[in-house]
């Protein structure tokens, strides 16, 4: 099992951008699904969650200008960005709670992180 992150790039403030999070492998079923985002020099934080069902979490920093979804069928996740900040400038991460084929237990995987600048 593989995430695969991609959609990331430089775009001008106030820009857009709509990275996506890919699932591969044998999969039996993908809990939650989350983005987390690195800025240089900074931790990694939480700042959106979307589960199963579709009820999506964001945190305060991106409320009204992000927005989380998932696609069950194609085991895909989706962050819109809108109206973006040179703060939103950060490696974003997407991290997932899968139980694999052939697995009883939830496990954790993460993908490799694309890169999002906001810049003019």
């Known amino acids: 099992v593989q995430l695969q992150a991609s959609g990331g790039g430089l775009v001008h403030p106030r820009g857009s951008l709509r990275p996506s999070c890919a699932v591969s492998?044998?999969?039996?079923?993908?809990?939650?699904m989350d983005w987390y985002r690195q800025a240089p020099g900074g931790q990694r934080e939480l700042i959106a969650s979307?589960?199963?069902?579709?009820?999506?979490d964001l945190d305060d920093s991106v409320k009204g200008r992000f927005a989380v979804s998932r696609d069950n069928i194609k085991k895909t996740m989706y962050l819109q960005m809108n109206d973006l900040k040179p703060e939103d400038t950060a490696v974003y991460f997407c991290?997932?709670?899968?139980?694999?084929?052939?697995?009883?237990?939830?496990?954790?995987?993460w993908g490799q992180g694309t890169e999002v600048t906001v810049s003019s």
């Open positions: 991290h997932a709670i899968i139980v694999p084929n052939g697995s009883f237990n939830d496990q954790d995987f």
């Open positions: 979307v589960s199963r069902g579709g009820g999506a």
């Open positions: 492998g044998d999969v039996f079923v993908i809990r939650n």
